[in-house]
């Protein structure tokens, strides 16, 4: 984390739909075994703002960095904004991580060919919404229930 008091981050919930009325995709990734936390788990992609930037091209970029995924900004959907309570094991009293929650809405199968692992990620791939790991990393599920419940 990068200073004392909230560090702001971005976490995106990626649905594809391929089909109407057809479950979803989600979108996850695997953490590397040598990440800063939660290594070797999968978890939704994101990551920390950058000082300057904007939150909305802090969602962009993340999610271009750890997927190969391109999209804009105008496809994100923001959700809630989750802070404290020991959510990332990084947290402390000092310095926590506040996240800022996306949904992103694919309609089409042409972004599963672009996956690219990368950054802090060792794998990005589509799961039907049904079949994805269980427990994932930080309070992802958590996060997952509150863009699917919305």
Known sequence: MFHAGANDAVDLVVLRHETQGQEPDLLLVRRHDDAPAENGRFALPGGFVLPGETLCAAAVR?????????????????????????????????????????????????????????????????VPLSRRPPCLAFDHDQLLAMALHR
């Open 62 to 126: 993340e999610l271009a960095e750890e997927t190969g995924l391109h999209i804009a900004q105008e496809d994100l959907e923001a959700v809630a904004v989750v802070e404290g309570g020991g959510r990332d094991p990084r947290d402390t009293d000092e310095r926590w991580v506040r996240s800022h929650l996306y949904v992103v809405r694919l309609r089409n199968s042409a972004h599963s060919a672009t996956l690219v692992a990368g950054t802090d990620t060792s794998r990005a791939f589509f």
